[in-house]
């Protein structure tokens, strides 16, 4: 793919709003909900990112009322500076490697704008870069759901447990009632009487506010079987971050713009490898050869399976402070779907090993259920 080679279009750069380190959370969040993310300057010099996706992680898993007295630059990320030199592969793999909703664009010393998530899924499917892939190939799945009757408390607690930004809602008969989002749940707790105005003499808590009373309406969903390129122009044309995927009208999945971006990484990294390794700082690449061959073992084992073949497989490494590692895999299968696994532990080997542990159990279990199926398909052929 020649195009991916030529650098970032003027026309890809999009305002950008400015605040210092020490400015009041609370003052920046309806510009973060405007434009997606915001940029965090320390002494006039780049200091990070916010966007919903961090100011919700950071108070995870038992987000609170954002203090007035909270500075915005404790919510920042150091993401990586683009400019004219920035290839679009090199984009892509920047909004896959890092999951940015947006990351600022530098002209000479000076950043003057952000690039944001919706140009790079636009840019993929002006290259066709997932012209053979159907919704079902990128998909996320199983799909998660939360009772409409649940509080914003349970949905935060699923969400951390799932290691997912976004549920499906669902009433009492497993229809389709709407969707739940990080970043409606940041909107909420950040300014709850503008959110819910009926609740303005009581003060709104997670274990107060249901997820019905904040979750997105209507539902935008797709089947699993049109083409992938579809979802990402729907979700364009709707403005929205993510549909729920159907199968005989019955939710099975969502795909959402981080799918579409890691589908299209994957398809970058095919000709030279199924594995997609990201997250890796200074540290851990000392180490990367050992992780790759770890997970080049795994695949090789899968593909013994019969009727299961591996696609891709991508593995995000980050180091934390307080856990030491966290380490999250996306297994995609032909014709089997995508297998997600998070392991998080005290040392690089141990923590990557339980994760190829999981990932290797969810395979099994997903091929033995395959077969159980079959099995009774075939009971009831011979009835």
């Known amino acids: 793919m020649p195009a991916l080679f030529e650098s970032l279009p003027k026309e890809f750069i999009s305002e950008a709003a400015f605040y210092d380190y020490k400015t009041p959370v609370t003052e920046t969040l309806d510009k973060v909900r405007k434009h997606g993310a915001v940029v965090v300057l320390r002494d006039r010099e780049y200091y990070g990112i916010v966007d919903d996706r961090s100011l919700f992680r950071t108070r995870a898993p038992t987000p609170i009322n954002f203090s007035k007295d909270l500075p915005i630059g404790k919510f920042a990320r150091k993401l990586p500076l683009l400019d004219s030199g920035t290839s679009l592969g090199r984009l892509i793999s920047y909004f896959h490697d890092f999951s940015a909703k947006a990351l600022p664009y530098q002209e000479g010393s000076r950043i003057t704008g952000v690039v944001r998530r919706e140009v790079v899924v636009s ?121 729920v995927v159907t199968r005989d009208a019955k939710p099975i999945g969502v795909v959402s713009m981080r799918d579409i971006i890691e589908g299209a990484a994957a398809t970058m990294a095919k000709t030279q490898s199924r594995v997609i390794l990201s997250g890796l700082d200074d540290y851990t690449r000392d180490y990367e050869g050992a992780v790759r061959d770890g997970i080049n073992r795994l695949v090789a084992k899968v593909d013994k399976f019969e009727r299961i073949d591996v696609d891709y497989i991508s593995v995000n490494v980050k180091r934390h402070k307080e856990r030491n590692y966290e380490m999250q895999a996306r297994l995609a299968l032909r014709k089997r779907g995508v297998v997600f696994a998070r392991a998080t532990g005290y040392s690089l080997d141990s923590t990557l090993s339980a994760l190829l542990d999981s990932i290797y159990k969810r395979v099994r279990e997903r091929k033995e259920s395959y077969l159980s199926k079959r099995r009774l398909a075939e009971r009831r052929y011979e009835e």
């Open 123 to 243: 840019t993929i499917v002006s290259l066709h870069m997932l012209s053979k892939a159907k919704v079902a190939d990128i998909m996320s799945s199983p799909v998660i759901t939360l009772d409409n009757g649940a509080n914003i408390a349970q949905a935060v607690s699923t969400m951390e447990k799932n290691s997912i930004a976004r549920l499906v809602v669902v009433d009492a008969n497993g229809r389709l009632a709407g969707v739940l989002a990080q970043r409606d749940i940041s909107s909420m707790l950040a300014k709850p009487q503008e959110r819910l105005p009926e609740r303005k003499a009581q003060a709104a808590s997670p274990s107060n506010v249901s997820a019905a009373s904040i979750m997105r309406t209507p539902v935008y969903t797709i089947d699993r079987n049109r083409p992938a390129e579809d979802a990402a122009r729907q979700l364009l044309e709707k403005k929205v971050s993510a549909l």
